[in-house]
């Protein structure tokens, strides 16, 4: 019998952004190399992990269902070319699951905005994955920090992504995750009313039942870290130590958002 995780235990979910050999300045700090990455999903297969999608995670906490042995999420953010070009492969040599959350108007096609930091994906990569079993989901149109956009702003940037993915998918995005990790209860409650059923954050901690299916928290894996660190990450040790500085610095900026706040809602912009 397949050993169960409780439904209660807490998750590792990894955000990785661009998979290149040679990336720009804007995304070389939260990418990783073709060969790091396929040296950490060997450590994840190595270690017994099972990769699940997104969407199956809520679920089987919102129906109290248990987890299979020992998962793990694996997430891409933005939409990058490489997650095609270099992680599928890898992905389906290990028969792993994964999320790939879009920025609708940074992708290749009719819907480009020019915001992009790097050589994004296409629609037909994005359905190359879609059709590999990958879950496709929202990451707004253009990519701004939600939680200081006005009302109508903010409720366009989810509404649009979801239709656009629709549209080219066919299927309705049942997950989505907060650009820059950033979210207020106020758009929690939108990403909630606009259909998605579950939403991810960053804050660098792992995800567990309590944390509330649109506010699941993820870790960070970037250019620097290493095959130690990585083996940490997934096995969810010393986290607090990994991400110490980050929360720090995360901490300081709240206050400037905070005032940014106050003064009124910014127009916002995918950078």
């Known amino acids: ?16 952004h661009a998979v290149a050999t040679d990336p720009n300045d804007a995304t070389r700090v939260l990418s990783v190399s073709p060969e790091a990455f396929a040296e950490q999903m060997a450590v994840i297969a190595d270690r017994g992990r099972t990769p699940i999608g997104t969407a199956d995670l809520a679920a089987a906490w919102r129906s109290g269902r248990p987890l299979p042995k020992r998962p793990v999420l694996i997430t891409f953010d933005d939409g990058y070319e490489g997650v095609h070009g270099h992680a599928l492969p890898v992905l389906a040599k290990h028969g792993f699951a994964a999320t790939v959350f879009v920025s609708t108007g940074w ?3 009719p819907y480009d905005t020019g915001g992009a930091l790097d050589t994004m994906l296409d629609w037909d990569q994005v359905r190359d994955l879609a059709e590999a079993g990958v879950e496709i989901g929202g990451h707004s149109h253009t990519h701004p920090q939600l939680d200081q956009l006005g009302d109508a702003r903010l409720r366009f940037e989810l509404i649009h992504c979801k239709e656009i993915i629709a549209d080219q998918l066919g299927t309705v995005p049942a997950s989505f995750a907060y650009p820059y990790g950033y979210s207020d209860r106020r758009v929690r409650e939108a990403v909630r009313e606009t259909g998605y059923a579950q939403a991810l954050a960053v804050g660098n901690g792992l995800a567990h039942r309590r944390q509330g299916p649109y506010a699941l928290r993820r870790v960070t894996v970037r250019r620097s870290t290493g095959l130690d660190e990585f083996e940490r990450l997934v096995e969810g040790r010393a986290i607090g130590r990994t991400f110490a500085r980050d929360r720090a610095l995360t901490k300081g900026y709240a206050v400037v958002r905070r005032a940014r706040q106050l003064r009124g809602r910014l127009p916002g912009a995918g950078t």
Not at 9 to 15: D, N, Q, S
Request: glycine share 6%; proline share 11%; no cysteine.
């Open 1 to 16: 019998m397949t050993e169960a995780h409780p439904a209660d235990a807490r998750v590792p979910v990894l955000m990785y």
């Open 107 to 109: 992708l290749r096609g």
